[in-house]
């Protein structure tokens, strides 16, 4: 996998700073089932208002389940579906919008459920893989195949997978893999005391 380590303006855990959202996986390569729980298992503890834990992961292994795996590539977007037929694991996101305690809206289930999300993709990191977020997919064609009820809310479907080679992807992925990361400046997200006032430089 290409090395893409972020140039910070502060020093940062190197976990935090090696990973990026890679496009090439290993077709050869499955992901086993004690990987899939340690990833997992990083996502179960990541925190949520009232302990709530509203994400729901529907996993779709092409080395145990080939059929669920194939119905998950087949409700994406096209484009994704290029690359993201190399990944060995695609991991559909989902949240619930009530809580479990009393019945009522969980406005913070999204925001909790992408916490778990990093999580989850941090340890794939820490595991050697690499996993890539997307919002490209059919989201009503997956509710559908996969059987899940109206008032959940699907967020993203996550590829994981091994490092591969980057001659197997088109040419415009290609040249994405090998771009240089940017980030906005601190001063233009992060404010001190005031909406505006930009923190740093």
């Not at 009530?98 to 913070?108: A, C, L």
């Not at 977020?133 to 008032?151: L, N, Y």
């Not at 415009?172 to 430089?201: D, N, V």
Request: a negative charge.
């Amino acid at each position: 996998m290409t090395e893409k380590t972020a140039d910070t303006m502060a020093p940062i855990d190197p976990l935090i700073a090696s990973r990026w959202s890679p496009r090439a996986f290993d077709t050869q390569k499955a992901v086993d089932d004690e990987t899939v729980l340690s990833l997992l298992e990083a996502a179960r503890w990541a925190p949520s208002c009232f302990g709530d834990e509203p994400w729901r992961f529907v996993v779709c292994n092409r080395a145990t389940d080939e059929t669920a795996w194939q119905t998950m590539l087949d409700c994406l977007a096209e484009k994704n579906q290029l690359w993201a037929a190399h990944a060995p694991l695609l991991v559909l996101v989902a949240s619930v919008p009530t809580f479990s305690h009393n019945g009522k809206p969980n406005r913070w289930s999204q925001y909790d459920t992408g916490a778990a999300s990093e999580n989850l993709c941090l340890q794939a990191t820490s595991l050697g893989l690499g996993a890539h977020q997307m919002g490209g997919f059919d989201v009503d064609k997956t509710r559908k195949a996969f059987g899940i009820p109206a008032e959940v809310e699907l967020m993203a479907v996550i590829a994981v997978g091994y490092p591969g080679k980057l001659e197997e992807l088109v040419e415009e992925f290609r040249t994405m893999e090998q771009a240089g990361r940017i980030r906005k400046p601190l001063g233009e997200e992060c404010f001190r005391g005031e909406w505006g006032k930009p923190l740093s430089g």
